[in-house]
């Protein structure tokens, strides 16, 4: 490993030049540009003004390769050529069987990025090899407006260099990266194309433009018909051979429910499906959030006004999963009922996540949300209250036809689409490639 850590070092300095270079159009820019500028999600908003990170990153990249830890691989099959890199063990499972299934292949082995390295010898060894760069990294963080980026490339290079290390021992020629909303995903995949390693990219089925207007891949999975149209959008920043078009994410847990006999949900109900964001600022996660947050409670006013003004519909909140904590329950409905203005709402507490609920609410209303994608998947219909977010979706596409600015946009579609039919709803919106019958099998 040391070898590999020594060689991703290098890397890293190459692009770090390409990034002050005057070019700005190469392959090594492009993911630079991610690594340095692109925001992270693996610390906290505070994080990015403390002039001392790049030291505590240090500190937790020591402590992971000294401390005895729980393996971060989990093998499959020997003779599999294939490899998943993606976040944590927790969605092992749901990740190796949307990989398997979609892709109808066996898999080697399960890598999960956030704890590794797993090294039981060399230790020592290897933080010596890595202590000038990380020293280095550590103090230009104190002054850089990029310091939490700088910081956390001491932990990146180790662990891009355990899984080199981890496909030449096991001779691994494909990689499916399902986080490739991650900074150094870029820069990891022209360290996996030198090595020879074809990668197949997994983002989620929100909007590519959200983490991924530079890709760099060999392939990428498309989860929803938007990503087609922002393909074409990105072409100049998003270099990839091909696309493949597969189920989104979690459907093949949720989907046999809906696949025959579709369960039709009560008329007038209205459901709100929660993206958290309120609760992500009290945590004080990323503020990119902030835009979010400000559609979500808006829609939740324009939807209080409409239930009291429109006392046959149903008001049903499907909160996120991070805002079911029995320790902040009392937080949460007291949030919901200040900004909804009234008590007349439910908040339903689903098991085995939203997605089995569809058939709850007859007309979905939703801000920034994976919901979105996966309600139109299984055919029922949904809005999408976007006020702060202007630049989705895109122009001219067909999800523009579900999208409100105003309390009396939404009002119109509520009444427009209200006692209607699915079939109607998707005939006379366009959103027809949006639903199961026109993506390969679940």
Not at 155 to 162: C, D, H, L, P, Q
Not at 325 to 335: E, L
């Given at each position: 490993m040391i070898s590999e850590l020594k060689s991703v070092i290098r890397k890293y300095y190459q692009i770090e030049k390409a990034w002050?270079?005057?070019e700005k159009n190469t392959d090594e820019?492009?993911?630079?540009?991610?690594?340095?500028?692109?925001?992270?999600y693996r610390h906290l908003e505070p994080a990015k003004r403390d002039p001392l990170i790049g030291f505590r990153v240090l500190s937790m990249t020591i402590r992971r390769i000294l401390k005895p830890q729980h393996d971060a691989v989990t093998r499959f099959s020997a003779t599999s050529n294939s490899l998943v890199i993606s976040g944590t063990l927790v969605i092992q499972e749901r990740v190796t069987e949307?990989?398997?299934?979609?892709?109808?292949?066996?898999?080697?082995?399960?890598?999960?990025?956030?704890?590794?390295?797993?090294?039981?010898?060399?230790?020592?060894?290897?933080i010596f090899s890595m202590l000038g760069?990380?020293?280095?990294?550590?103090?230009?963080?104190?002054?850089?407006?990029?310091?939490?980026n700088l910081a956390l490339t001491i932990t990146e290079v180790v662990e891009i260099a355990y899984i080199l290390d981890y496909i030449k021992q096991n001779q691994i020629s494909l990689v499916y990266d399902f986080v490739p909303y991650e900074i150094d995903s870029n820069f990891m995949y022209l360290l996996l194309r030198d090595a020879g390693i074809h990668v197949i990219k997994i983002p989620s089925s929100g909007p590519l433009s959200t983490?991924?207007?530079?890709?760099?891949?060999?392939?990428i999975v498309f989860s929803t018909p938007y990503h087609s149209e922002e393909y074409q959008k990105f072409r100049d920043t998003f270099r990839v051979q091909n696309y493949i078009l597969w189920p989104p994410e979690r459907a093949f847990q949720y989907f046999p429910k809906y696949k025959t006999n579709r369960p039709a949900a009560a008329p007038h109900t209205l459901g709100f499906y929660s993206h958290g964001e309120w609760l992500r600022r009290e945590e004080k996660h990323s503020a990119y959030g902030d835009r979010i947050r400000e559609a979500e409670e808006t829609i939740l006013k324009y939807l209080g006004v409409f239930v009291k003004s429109n006392p046959e519909y149903k008001l049903l909140?499907?909160?996120h999963p991070r805002e079911m904590r029995i320790d902040i329950s009392t937080q949460m409905n007291a949030f919901y009922r200040d900004i909804i203005a009234h008590d007349d709402f439910e908040i339903i507490a689903t098991s085995g996540g939203a997605a089995l609920s569809f058939d709850k609410a007859d007309i979905a209303i939703v801000a920034f949300s994976t919901v979105l994608y996966e309600r139109l998947f299984c055919g029922y219909k949904t809005f999408i209250?976007?006020?702060?977010?202007?630049?989705?979706?895109?122009?001219?596409?067909?999800?523009?036809n579900i999208s409100f600015h105003t309390y009396e946009g939404m009002s119109k579609l509520i009444s427009t689409y209200?006692?209607?039919d699915e079939a109607y709803f998707f005939e006379k919106t366009g959103l027809e490639p949006y639903r199961a019958a026109h993506y390969p099998e679940p």
């Amino acid at each position: 490993m040391i070898s590999e850590l020594k060689s991703v070092i290098r890397k890293y300095y190459q692009i770090e030049k390409a990034w002050r270079s005057p070019e700005k159009n190469t392959d090594e820019y492009l993911a630079a540009t991610c690594l340095f500028e692109h925001l992270s999600y693996r610390h906290l908003e505070p994080a990015k003004r403390d002039p001392l990170i790049g030291f505590r990153v240090l500190s937790m990249t020591i402590r992971r390769i000294l401390k005895p830890q729980h393996d971060a691989v989990t093998r499959f099959s020997a003779t599999s050529n294939s490899l998943v890199i993606s976040g944590t063990l927790v969605i092992q499972e749901r990740v190796t069987e949307y990989v398997r299934r979609s892709s109808h292949s066996d898999l080697h082995s399960y890598i999960a990025k956030d704890v590794i390295p797993v090294m039981t010898s060399g230790k020592l060894l290897l933080i010596f090899s890595m202590l000038g760069f990380a020293l280095r990294q550590a103090f230009k963080s104190i002054f850089s407006s990029s310091r939490l980026n700088l910081a956390l490339t001491i932990t990146e290079v180790v662990e891009i260099a355990y899984i080199l290390d981890y496909i030449k021992q096991n001779q691994i020629s494909l990689v499916y990266d399902f986080v490739p909303y991650e900074i150094d995903s870029n820069f990891m995949y022209l360290l996996l194309r030198d090595a020879g390693i074809h990668v197949i990219k997994i983002p989620s089925s929100g909007p590519l433009s959200t983490h991924h207007r530079i890709m760099l891949s060999d392939e990428i999975v498309f989860s929803t018909p938007y990503h087609s149209e922002e393909y074409q959008k990105f072409r100049d920043t998003f270099r990839v051979q091909n696309y493949i078009l597969w189920p989104p994410e979690r459907a093949f847990q949720y989907f046999p429910k809906y696949k025959t006999n579709r369960p039709a949900a009560a008329p007038h109900t209205l459901g709100f499906y929660s993206h958290g964001e309120w609760l992500r600022r009290e945590e004080k996660h990323s503020a990119y959030g902030d835009r979010i947050r400000e559609a979500e409670e808006t829609i939740l006013k324009y939807l209080g006004v409409f239930v009291k003004s429109n006392p046959e519909y149903k008001l049903l909140i499907f909160p996120h999963p991070r805002e079911m904590r029995i320790d902040i329950s009392t937080q949460m409905n007291a949030f919901y009922r200040d900004i909804i203005a009234h008590d007349d709402f439910e908040i339903i507490a689903t098991s085995g996540g939203a997605a089995l609920s569809f058939d709850k609410a007859d007309i979905a209303i939703v801000a920034f949300s994976t919901v979105l994608y996966e309600r139109l998947f299984c055919g029922y219909k949904t809005f999408i209250g976007n006020m702060a977010i202007t630049e989705f979706p895109m122009n001219r596409n067909a999800l523009n036809n579900i999208s409100f600015h105003t309390y009396e946009g939404m009002s119109k579609l509520i009444s427009t689409y209200s006692d209607k039919d699915e079939a109607y709803f998707f005939e006379k919106t366009g959103l027809e490639p949006y639903r199961a019958a026109h993506y390969p099998e679940p």
